[in-house]
Nanobody, 121 residues
Framework: QVQLVESGGGLVQAGGSLRLSCAAS????????MGWYRQAPGKQRELVATITNGGSTNYADSVKGRFTISRDNAKNTVYLQMNSLKPEDTAVYYC???????????????WGQGTQVTVSS
């Protein structure tokens, strides 16, 4: 079993910053891609950013230049630094990870419980 636990959400004014963290725990042999997705009320869940275990990153156009994804492979943790936040960034942010777990070699797609980010204008 693998668990993803997010932290760092909250309320911030437009133009402010927040840093999200997500730590994976459990029976983990390897983690391939880690990422962040978000879902605003009445909208579908959308990709925000992903990062491979080699450090290659991918961003949604709407966050390029404002958000930075990073990871600490030794800690099985992924981060999302969010700067210059806008009201339209308001959403529940979900951590995602593609994890090799047991029985070896089993790849599973895991999600965190979500953390609320609210940006006031």
């Amino acid at each position: 079993q693998v668990q993803l636990v997010e932290s760092g959400g909250g309320l911030v004014q437009a133009g402010g910053s927040l840093r999200l963290s997500c730590a994976a725990s459990g029976i983990i042999f390897s983690i391939n891609v880690m990422g962040w997705y978000r879902q605003a009320p009445g909208k579908q869940r959308e990709l925000v950013a992903t990062i491979t275990n080699g450090g290659s990153t991918n961003y949604a156009d709407s966050v390029k230049g404002r958000f930075t994804i990073s990871r600490d492979n030794a800690k099985n943790t992924v981060y999302l630094q969010m700067n210059s936040l806008k009201p339209e960034d308001t959403a529940v942010y979900y951590c995602n990870a593609i994890v090799m777990t047991r029985p070896f070699p089993t790849w599973g797609n895991y999600w965190g419980q979500g953390t609320q980010v609210t940006v006031s204008s």
